[in-house]
């Protein structure tokens, strides 16, 4: 381990994606303290400046500063795009732990509810569903969730097929810990650091279909400032005001490519535990 | 083969099952009663009592939900998938009709970002550290990463308000089909490229690799007759994986491209609430996946001959 976190360190790739996603958990964190407008505060006589001394990035189409727009977008846009992360991951490592752990009928069960659920190309399903549940940013969260966590599980169970013949797992259970404290305390513990990996390697991904189904009309809504949001609201001042819609899809493109980065360097790093991991 | 492709084909069938079921079920995520919600559509108004019960019996929406699904799932079967709501034709004839121009769509694209990717993977690879090798893996970094909504709208300000080149939308010859087809497939020609690369290297480093350069052949026969061949497996299974992202991809880009495909009318069917359009789009478009996948899992075979199913 320490092996990997040295050559991660000698990553220059992944050191400056590391920066800039600390930079951006920054000004996710204290946006209210950094923006110099309020994001909502609507102001017809500045509509669709360009950048000037007053509003740095220009205005939008009802005079709101877009830079301060951004600022929240990104505490929006990060916020959503870690929670998603985090009820994906939860909810897959449950789900995988149960499988792998029971194995038998419940194992069975749920592996074909991954099978139908792959059946289905990635998006289409969480568009459906987060289009039915009603257009806001939590349903969107939610059918990411519903969606998303079978990759996760898959990982998980195989992790938890192998760790489960253990003899410290065998010890635990002659000395007649239940099924849950066994789970949380025994088995979680040793195959969650991969997840943790993917998770990071995912984060980008989760940011494109969050900002994606956004532009759609299917996530955050307008007033809210959110990067995905920000764009479709500004698609129809294009030819005007073109800054309307290049600095919010710069902001996702950055923030991808931070992550990004980063978690090339974490595969570079981890690779020889990682294939062994994808292989199971 | 044959017995495998029979039992690939045989398992399809309980997976179709638990899609169609999923698909039904979408239905019953609304918040609130379907039935309520599909009149207020069609009313544009709040419906009455009345009108509501009239509207569950027309279809069939009193049943318990197991019948219902039962009885959606026997229409289908029988090639009926519903009326739409909102266009008021049938939902398969909507769908055949949009399925086309998606399809040449997706074609293009995926043609357009192999035909790019591949040669680039292959020359960044043997030109291994030199300078075509960073600067396409750079922009490899920049294709995987760029957000293809926000990429298609720059394609459409710069191409074609600002050079007036190619058309900005809709649906006719080559040239409306150009900038959709590369917003789309940036992403994906990234990266095949990322991966052509990767493993054409691996290979150019195992034993037989050296056996063929220490008898004296030539690096080009020896890059295409035995390092290629063997590079080119992995390739094409991420090729199949992004069918998948493909498809997804396209819901975002037909809308931007005001493209008349499957996608953007899954979108408008969505924002209108066409529950029988989006409970029948979603399990066609499941159907298409499920069957490309497939022939990508076959064409393995092929390419491969260490892979045995059975």
Not at chain 1, 146 to 160: F, P
Request: aromatic share 8%; glycine share 8%.
């Amino acid at each position: 381990m320490n092996d990997s976190i040295h050559q991660l360190k000698r990553d220059k790739m992944a050191m400056i994606g590391m920066m800039i996603i600390a930079i951006l958990t920054f000004i996710a964190i204290f946006a209210p303290y950094l923006a110099l407008y309020d994001p909502l505060e609507v102001n017809m006589a500045d509509r669709l400046q360009m950048p000037n001394e007053k509003h740095p990035l220009g205005t939008d189409q009802l005079g709101r500063d877009l830079l301060s727009r951004l600022v929240y977008a990104t505490h929006v846009s990060i916020t959503a795009a870690a929670l998603a992360t985090f009820m994906i991951m939860t909810l897959g490592v449950t789900i995988g732990a149960i499988a792998g752990y029971f194995g038998g009928i419940v194992d069975q069960a749920i592996m074909r509810i991954v099978d139908v659920l792959l059946s289905f190309p990635s998006l289409i399903l969480t568009i459906a569903i987060a289009g039915i549940l009603g257009p806001s940013l939590i349903h969107l969260v939610i059918a990411m969730t519903a969606t998303g966590w079978v990759g996760y599980s898959r990982i998980i169970r195989g992790s938890v097929l192998s760790i489960k013949e253990k003899e410290f797992i065998e010890g635990a259970r002659a000395l007649g810990f239940g099924n849950l404290y066994i789970i949380t305390r025994h088995i979680i513990p040793n195959v969650i650091s991969p997840v943790i990996v993917i998770a990071t390697i995912d984060m980008g991904h989760i940011i494109l279909s969050i900002t994606g189904l956004s532009f759609l009309g299917l996530g955050a809504q307008p007033p809210t400032p959110e990067w995905g949001t920000m764009l479709n609201e500004g698609r129809p001042f294009m030819e005007t005001a073109p800054h309307l819609m290049i600095f919010p899809g710069l902001m996702i493109m950055i923030t991808v490519l931070a992550f990004n980065f980063l978690g090339d360097g974490l595969r570079d790093a981890l690779d020889p535990r990682m294939r062994e991991v994808m292989m199971k | 083969m044959k017995r495998y492709i029979a039992k690939r084909l045989l398992l399809l069938i309980p997976i179709m099952l638990g899609a169609s079921m999923l698909s039904y079920s979408i239905l019953y995520l609304a918040p609130g009663d379907p039935a309520e919600l599909m009149l207020e559509r069609q009313l544009q108004g709040v419906p009455t009592q009345e009108q509501i019960e009239a509207f569950k019996e027309e279809h069939g929406l009193n049943a318990p939900i197991p019948i219902q699904f039962a009885n959606w799932l026997y229409r289908i079967l029988h090639g009926d998938f519903g009326i739409s709501l909102r266009t008021e034709k049938p939902v398969l004839t909507e769908y055949l009709n949009r399925f086309p121009a998606s399809l040449v769509l997706f074609l293009m694209s995926q043609t357009l970002s192999i035909a790019i990717a591949i040669p680039l993977g292959i020359i960044s690879a043997v030109k291994h550290n030199s300078e075509i090798d960073h600067l396409s893996r750079f922009v490899a970094m920049i294709g995987v990463s760029v957000p293809n909504f926000w990429l298609g709208l720059l394609l459409i300000l710069f191409f074609a308000v600002y050079l007036g080149w190619l058309p900005a939308f809709g649906y006719g010859g080559f040239a409306h089909l150009i900038l959709p087809a590369l917003a789309l497939g940036v992403s994906g020609c990234a990266s095949i490229m990322r991966l052509m690369r990767a493993s054409l290297l691996d290979v150019l480093n195992q034993d037989y690799i050296r056996t063929a350069r220490a008898k004296g052949l030539c690096e080009r026969a020896i890059i295409v007759k035995h390092a290629l061949k063997n590079a080119l497996i992995p390739v094409v299974t991420v090729i199949g994986l992004h069918i998948g992202h493909l498809i997804s991809g396209m819901v975002i880009i037909e809308t931007i491209f005001a493209w008349p495909g499957v996608g953007r009318f899954l979108v408008e069917s969505i924002h209108a609430r066409d529950f029988p359009v989006i409970q029948g789009f979603v399990l066609l478009i499941a159907m298409i996946f499920v069957f490309s996948n497939l022939i990508v899992d076959i064409s393995y075979t092929y390419l491969d001959p260490r892979i045995r199913y059975e």
